[in-house]
């Protein structure tokens, strides 16, 4: 009995965070998706998700004092998940200026950063302007498995069925069918 009273407080908790967090959204997505942690989406670009997505994992880490942060946020700026993808919890995806574009059947780890952008010049009087022109689409093959705490930055390429090792930095191209790890990520072996 008290197990059972236990999960109907815990759906309830996240159920009130998830609406939260839905309010507070001003980007509207498109298709169907399994919100089983809050989702932030924000920006005026598009946001889409094809069938079966699923965002946040109970029992993972973070899952209830985190959220998924998905913004899009130029109107040009595009955020595509693929069919059957899994995201686990603490999980951010901004596309400033173009695109970050997630194959099917993904598995993300928590943690996960993926950036489109630089969001700001390095020189100081740069530091408060994002140029359009610096920023570099994302892309991420079918069937890629995502460790946590991994950041993948504006230009990376995952290919199609590869693995990207914990703590990982992406900042190139990763070929199809590999394990590649480190900061800057470099291949470890073929799968």
């Known amino acids: 009995m008290q197990h059972i009273?236990?999960?109907?407080?815990?759906?309830?908790?996240?159920?009130?965070?998830?609406?939260?967090y839905q309010m507070l959204?001003?980007?509207?997505?498109?298709?169907?998706?399994?919100?089983?942690?809050?989702?932030?989406?924000?920006?005026?670009?598009?946001?889409?998700?094809?069938?079966?997505?699923?965002?946040?994992?109970?029992?993972?880490?973070f899952f209830f004092n985190g959220y998924i942060h998905i913004e899009?946020?130029?109107?040009?700026?595009?955020v595509k998940v693929g069919e059957g993808t899994h995201i686990n919890n603490n999980f951010v995806a901004i596309s400033e200026h173009v695109s970050i574009i997630i194959g099917k059947r993904c598995l993300f780890g928590t943690n996960v950063e993926i950036y489109d952008s630089?969001?700001?010049?390095l020189a100081v009087a740069y530091r408060g302007v994002s140029d359009p022109a610096q920023a570099k689409s994302v892309?991420?093959?079918?069937?890629?498995f995502v460790g946590s705490?991994?950041?993948?930055?504006?230009?990376?390429?995952?290919?199609?069925g590869s693995v990207i090792a914990n703590g990982a930095v992406v900042i190139g191209k990763i070929p199809a069918n590999v394990v590649a790890g480190g900061n800057p990520a470099k291949v470890l072996r073929v799968i």
């Open 5 to 20: 009273f236990a999960n109907l407080i815990l759906k309830l908790i996240q159920s009130s965070r998830g609406i939260f």
């Open 25 to 61: 959204s001003n980007a509207s997505a498109k298709g169907l998706v399994k919100k089983n942690q809050p989702v932030l989406m924000l920006g005026r670009g598009v946001i889409e998700f094809e069938d079966e997505v699923k965002l946040g994992y109970f029992p993972s880490p």
């Open 72 to 78: 899009a946020r130029g109107a040009d700026s595009l």
């Open 118 to 121: 630089d969001f700001h010049g």
């Open 139 to 144: 892309f991420i093959g079918d069937d890629v």
């Open 149 to 160: 705490n991994v950041k993948i930055m504006k230009g990376a390429e995952i290919g199609v």
